[in-house]
Nanobody, 122 residues
Framework: QVQLVESGGGLVRTGDSLRLSCAAS????????MGWYRQAPGKQRELVAI??????SYSDSVKGRFTISRDDDKKTVALQMNSLEPEDTAVYYC?????????????????WGRGTQVTVSS
């Protein structure tokens, strides 16, 4: 029942901005790392940005253009993407490291969203 749902993807032009959101729901005891990954056709999935307890990091390709933020009370993470380029075109996935409350124990595991498409035209 625990899940991540991304939203905010779409078709934009070079130089435009887009804001992705990801909401966690279900029997989540706590959320630790939250981040965004992306995968373009024919390429490996890569880390875009991630925020932990006290650290935030970005891939070199998006540094200075993208900003990740999280709201632990709302169990959401967002990715503000500015100055978008065609190379940013990909399916963007939200990922969270969570502690899931089960009927018998607390379990640490990675939770992935299903992805949202971002397309940047040249």
């Amino acid at each position: 029942q625990v899940q991540l749902v991304e939203s905010g993807g779409g078709l934009v032009r070079t130089g435009d901005s887009l804001r992705l959101s990801c909401a966690a729901s279900g029997g989540i005891f706590s959320i630790h790392d939250m981040g965004w990954y992306r995968q373009a056709p024919g390429k490996q999935r890569e880390l875009v940005a991630i925020t932990g307890e006290n650290t935030t990091s970005y891939s070199d390709s998006v540094k200075g253009r993208f900003t990740i933020s999280r709201d632990d009370d709302k169990k959401t993470v967002a990715l503000q993407m500015n100055s978008l380029e065609p190379e940013d075109t990909a399916v963007y996935y939200c990922k969270a490291k969570i502690r899931e409350l089960t009927r018998t124990m607390l379990m640490m595991r990675d939770l992935w969203g299903r992805g949202t498409q971002v397309t940047v035209s040249s």
